[in-house]
């Protein structure tokens, strides 16, 4: 029975920051770091074994799981970076304290940003400080394929093509898999996963700790589905 663990990111110095983060490639904060160990001893303690990892291109993911997989000692296990495990891009709201974005466009209006499934945020520019134009990680990417805004609807497109060609063959072979990303392509990879409606998915949050689990059959159903926690004495 395979198993598929979901660990987002522990939290960012921009998450502490109240800032809107999305390709941005902010550090863990001292508390996110901690979660990211104690992500690891959680595993560890639940007896999860990995075949193979799969992880954003995004410092804080990168992190959150080579300490997920030291702290479980696994840190020998390969893993796999890719961009389409990258958080949701919050276009030209990146960067902005989302209070002051708030005050700025109306309450509304950004909770629609931030929460309508199929609504696009402001496009950000291509000469913006933080754009991804340009940048080397990148570099083997159509321009075209690189975001400049994005919804859960447009990530989850970005993200399955990964889900079918690298992650759901992995697990039907019979492997473990971890999954270090963040919070909105990991809604998106739940909501493919468990079906959901875009409505459903709306009312899903991912926390930045603990890890999410779930468990298969042989033709990738969810035979069950929990949030890791330490064993009681």
Same mark, same amino acid.
């Given at each position: =029975? ?7 990111? +522990? ?13 941005? %490639? $902010?550090?863990?904060?001292?508390? +996110? !770091? ?5 992500? #690891? ?12 990892? /799969? !992880? ?20 020998? &296990? ?16 990146? +960067? ?10 109306? %309450? ?10 199929? $609504?696009?945020?402001?496009? =950000?520019?291509? %000469?913006?400080?933080? !754009?991804?134009? #340009?940048?080397?990680? /990148?570099? +083997? ?32 072979? #019979? ?22 409606? %875009?409505?459903?998915? =709306?009312? $899903? ?7 999410? &689990? ?7 159903? $969810? !035979? ?10």
């Amino acid at each position: =029975m395979p198993k598929l663990v979901f660990a987002r990111h +522990g939290e960012s110095e921009w998450n502490l920051a109240n800032l809107f983060t999305g390709w941005a %490639d $902010v550090d863990l904060s001292e508390n +996110g !770091t901690q979660q990211a160990i104690d992500a #690891g001893k959680l595993i560890k303690e639940a007896g999860i074994e990995f075949d193979i990892a /799969y !992880t954003s291109v995004l410092k804080r993911a990168i992190k959150t799981t080579n300490l997920a997989l030291e702290y479980s000692d696994q840190l020998w &296990v390969p893993v796999v970076k890719s961009w389409r495990l990258n958080e949701r891009h919050y276009g030209g709201l990146t +960067g902005l304290n989302k209070a002051d974005a708030a005050a700025k466009h109306g %309450d509304e209006q950004v909770h629609i940003w931030r929460r309508s499934y199929d $609504v696009l945020p402001p496009a =950000m520019d291509h %000469d913006d400080k933080y !754009t991804a134009h #340009g940048d080397r990680r /990148y570099a +083997g990417l159509e321009d075209s394929l690189i975001p400049d805004a994005e919804n859960l609807k447009v990530t989850l497109e970005r993200a399955l093509p990964f889900w079918e060609d690298q992650i759901a063959p992995a697990l039907k072979e #019979g492997k473990n898999v971890f999954v270090g990303a963040h919070g909105n392509s990991i809604r998106a990879l739940v909501k493919q996963i468990k079906k959901l409606s %875009d409505d459903e998915i =709306m009312d $899903v949050e991912i926390p930045n700790f603990p890890p999410l &689990v779930f468990e298969f059959d042989d033709n990738l159903n $969810v !035979t069950s589905e929990y949030y890791l926690a330490p064993k009681q004495a």
